[in-house]
């Protein structure tokens, strides 16, 4: 990079396992002159960092979350948080106050009370209100329903609106040296870059180590089979798993999840954006397969 950012304060993510291109994020990272992170666990990225501010988790907690069905729910402190951690209104309360602006807020409902008198969709909500069941917004007065429906008889806007856009093709096709497709994501029993859910007994019994999802026409070419250990490159680095043998992906394209470390598949992973949402082109890559 330019050197243009100093410092980065990084909130529940996980960036040095779930950004692309990993080995550029790690330089990128250890070049900063501040680096803080706050989480409620250690993570890749919180063992570079400057500070680590150990933050409280969802049930060491007071206050509310809205899911993507728009409904506001009440979260309830269960269990007291270790150590030092503290609830994150409370870390943000606290630096915020220490900077020069003044948060003084005794409690998550201090913070609720001021979202309803700014935002017009919570306005008719309460603490009292969440107390049994959530609401979903808009909720504009205090003896409104919710909306259950946000479409329900017509867009918002009235017509729908359908944009026509340009096929763009991917920044990267395989080619002799790299003939195959890679694409990632997830497997049903693990999130994310694993920070909760592989500390939990359950979903690592269920899948306890990544693996190279491969057809079988690509296998039997390569003369892989179920389990052996396998070597995946590609431009931007290497990387070991053990390769699974399926349908699941068509012939010349193989997927790997990203939630271990161990097999860090955004080291492979293309930085190359989408010019629209600037996502980064996970789901494709250019990438050689070969026994380890």
């Not at 969802?58 to 309830?76: D, I, L, P």
Request: with cysteine; aromatic share 8%.
């Amino acid at each position: 990079g330019k050197g243009d950012i100093k410092a980065i304060y990084i909130m529940g993510e996980n960036p040095l396992l779930s950004d692309p291109d990993l080995k550029h994020v790690e330089k990128e990272l250890r070049n900063l002159e501040l680096l803080i992170v706050q989480d409620i666990f250690n993570t890749e990225t919180s063992r570079l960092a400057d500070v680590v501010l150990p933050a409280a988790s969802f049930a060491e907690k007071e206050g509310t979350f809205t899911n993507t069905e728009r409904r506001v729910q009440r979260v309830r402190k269960i269990v007291a948080a270790p150590g030092e951690a503290k609830a994150d209104w409370e870390i943000i309360s606290d630096i915020s106050t220490k900077m020069g602006y003044p948060m003084k807020y005794a409690s998550a409902k201090d913070i609720f009370d001021e979202i309803i008198k700014v935002t017009p969709s919570y306005a008719g909500m309460t603490y009292e209100r969440l107390e049994n069941e959530g609401i979903q917004w808009p909720c504009p007065t205090a003896d409104h329903p919710g909306t259950k429906f946000l479409h329900r008889d017509r867009f918002s806007r009235g017509l729908g609106l359908f944009s026509a856009i340009e096929y763009i093709p991917p920044a990267e096709w395989p080619d002799e040296k790299y003939p195959l497709f890679l694409s990632t994501g997830r497997v049903l029993y693990q999130y994310h870059t694993g920070t909760m859910t592989r500390r939990a007994v359950g979903p690592s019994e269920r899948y306890p180590e990544s693996l190279v999802e491969i057809n079988p026409a690509d296998a039997e070419k390569l003369g892989i089979s179920e389990g052996q250990l396998v070597k995946v490159t590609s431009r931007r680095g290497t990387i070991e798993a053990r390769a699974e043998i399926n349908q699941k992906s068509t012939p010349g394209t193989i997927f790997m999840n990203f939630h271990f470390a161990e097999a860090a598949v955004n080291i492979l992973t293309n930085p190359a954006l989408d010019p629209i949402g600037k996502i980064p082109e996970y789901k494709v890559c250019a990438v050689k397969l070969e026994a380890a």
